[in-house]
Nanobody, 122 residues
Framework: QVQLVESGGGLVQPGGSLRLSCAASGSIASINAMGWYRQAPGNQRELVASITSGGRTDYADSVKGRFTISRDNAKKSVYLQMNSLKAEDTAVYYC????????????????WGQGTQVTVSS
């Protein structure tokens, strides 16, 4: 069984920074793309940033220049460094990973973390 566990959310003032972490564990053969999504109350879940297994990154226009996604393949982890936070960044942030497991035949599917609350407020 594969699990994703997130950490690092919290309350921060506008202009502040937070770093989110997400670690995958379980019967994992390989991890393809990893990413962060967010969902604010009343809104649909949206992609914030993604990173391929080769390190190519992609960002939502609203976070370009402020957020940085990275990964550590040895630790099966993905990170989101969030700087210059704004009130509109307030949301529950979810980690997502496309993972091939070790069963036979192998199953490749997306897994989600439980979500971590980020609140930007003075």
């Amino acid at each position: 069984q594969v699990q994703l566990v997130e950490s690092g959310g919290g309350l921060v003032q506008p202009g502040g920074s937070l770093r989110l972490s997400c670690a995958a564990s379980g019967s994992i053969a390989s991890i393809n793309a990893m990413g962060w999504y967010r969902q604010a109350p009343g809104n649909q879940r949206e992609l914030v940033a993604s990173i391929t297994s080769g390190g190519r990154t992609d960002y939502a226009d609203s976070v370009k220049g402020r957020f940085t996604i990275s990964r550590d393949n040895a630790k099966k982890s993905v990170y989101l460094q969030m700087n210059s936070l704004k009130a509109e960044d307030t949301a529950v942030y979810y980690c997502n990973s496309n993972i091939r497991d070790r069963r036979w035949p192998p199953l490749v599917q997306d897994y989600w973390g439980q979500g971590t609350q980020v609140t930007v407020s003075s």
